[in-house]
Nanobody, 119 residues
């Protein structure tokens, strides 16, 4: 069984920064892609940023130039550095991973971490 464990959410003022972390753990898996999605009440989950093996990161237009995604492959961990946060960045942020596990590709989600941008 593979788990994604997130950390780093919280309350921040507009213009502030937060760093989210997500570590994948479990038995016998390999990672193809890791990323972050966000969701607000009444809306579908949307992509924030994602990076695949050997590929360049992809970002939502709304976060380009402000957010940076990175991976530490040795730790099976993905990070999201969020700078210049805006009120509209308030959401639950979910870690996502596409993994090879038990002989097939599988999609995994973290439990979600709340990010609140408020003055």
């Amino acid at each position: 069984q593979v788990q994604l464990v997130e950390s780093g959410g919280g309350l921040v003022q507009p213009g502030g920064s937060l760093r989210l972390s997500c570590a994948a753990s479990g038995n016998s898996f390999s990672i193809n892609a890791m990323g972050w999605y966000y969701q607000t009440p009444g809306k579908e989950r949307e992509l924030v940023a994602i990076v695949s093996n050997g590929g360049s990161p992809n970002y939502a237009d709304s976060v380009k130039g402000r957010f940076t995604i990175s991976r530490d492959n040795a730790k099976n961990t993905v990070y999201l550095q969020m700078n210049s946060l805006k009120l509209e960045d308030t959401a639950v942020y979910y870690c996502y991973a596409r993994l090879w596990s038990s002989s097939r590709w599988r999609d995994y989600w973290g439990q979600g971490t709340q990010v609140t941008v408020s003055s």
